[in-house]
């Protein structure tokens, strides 16, 4: 399964951005898309997350305001919007599907959660 992240770059602080991730097989079904960031020496950490089935998604709570996460099942694509971007924000950004069965979405909130993995797209913010 090919997950395809797209849409950093680099924005000034307080700019936005919007990240696509789409999935190009339209047979591969999934319970659940993430976002994850990782910045270099440290590990990747839980961005969002959002069900495939229903609509219920959930964002770290030191996110909440400034990021969400949205989905266009015609498109097969996941996408993270992300406003009033801070140098902290800088990240390689990645997408991630999931086939395991939470009751709840905050429960897709591990690396461990997810089978595959998009490529990563990088996000900097300059100050």
């Known amino acids: 399964v090919q997950l395809q992240a797209s849409g950093g770059g680099l924005v000034q602080a307080g700019g936005s951005l919007r990240l696509s991730c789409a999935v190009f097989?339209?047979?591969?079904?999934?319970?659940?898309m993430g976002w994850f960031r990782q910045t270099p020496g440290k590990e990747r950490e839980f961005v969002a997350v959002?069900?495939?089935?229903?609509?219920?998604?959930y964002i770290t709570n030191s996110l909440k305001g400034r990021f969400t996460i949205s989905r266009d099942n015609a498109k097969n694509t996941v996408y993270l919007q992300m406003n009033s971007l801070q140098p902290e924000d800088t990240a390689v950004y990645y997408c991630?599907?999931?086939?395991?069965?939470?009751?709840?979405?905050?429960?897709?909130?591990?690396?461990?959660?997810?089978?595959?993995w998009g490529q990563g797209t990088l996000v900097t913010v300059s100050s």
């Open positions: 991630a599907a999931s086939n395991r069965d939470y009751s709840a979405v905050y429960d897709y909130h591990n690396i461990g959660d997810y089978e595959y």
């Open positions: 097989e339209r047979t591969f079904t999934y319970n659940a």
């Open positions: 959002i069900n495939w089935r229903g609509s219920p998604r």
